[in-house]
């Protein structure tokens, strides 16, 4: 069973990141918005169940819990730590994995830009305890969707968001647009 660690804030304070001695996912990621997306996944219903959760997220090492507004974390630090502490990670099926959408071709403009959100962008949203997915590409519009911490932060549609498209715009193509749901 993994440990917790470190309980780090991020740039949301309506989130906190859980860091592990041990993984808690073999490989990929879990992202859930609310309860009902999270039923069937042990872990992140028992924390949802916890009350005053609005997006649980999780992969590696670490566990991103976003609270209400009005919650305090002092009602919830030691709870999301006992959920954690007793979930089983052999217990884990069916990740999700980072990246392209299902059923996604093998367009190369679209295989180019997820190569630089993997190497450029990801590792820096998951230091602040949240992700980017891909949702959809239509040759000149990018879909994306943030998880965790990034999933409510005001600095996420804003300035991370265009550092995306600019980056995208100089690296792939200049008639990029980079849109957030």
């Not at 592990?20 to 073999?26: A, M």
């Not at 997220?57 to 002092?74: G, I």
């Not at 190569?115 to 519009?141: M, W, Y």
């Amino acid at each position: 069973m993994p440990k917790v660690i470190n309980i780090e804030p991020t740039p949301n304070p309506d989130a906190l990141k859980f860091i592990l001695q041990r993984p808690v996912l073999k490989a990929g990621v879990r992202s859930f918005r609310d309860f009902g997306s999270a039923v069937g996944d042990p872990l992140g219903s028992a924390i949802f169940a916890l009350g005053h959760v609005t997006s649980v997220f999780y992969m590696d090492r670490f566990v991103t819990v976003n609270k209400e507004p009005a919650a305090e974390w002092s009602d919830l630090i030691d709870a999301v730590c006992e959920v954690v502490e007793t979930h089983n990670t052999e217990e884990e099926v069916g990740q999700q994995t980072p990246g392209l959408p299902s059923g996604t071709s093998t367009d190369e403009k679209l295989l180019r830009i997820n190569a630089l959100l993997d190497e450029r962008i990801r590792p820096g949203l998951a230091g602040d305890g949240g992700g980017v997915e891909i949702l959809d590409f239509d040759g000149t519009t990018l879909q994306i969707s943030y998880h965790g911490a990034c999933g409510s932060c005001p600095s996420a549609q804003g300035g991370t968001l265009s550092y995306i498209e600019g980056l995208l715009q100089s690296e792939v193509d200049p008639g990029i647009r980079v849109i957030s749901y």
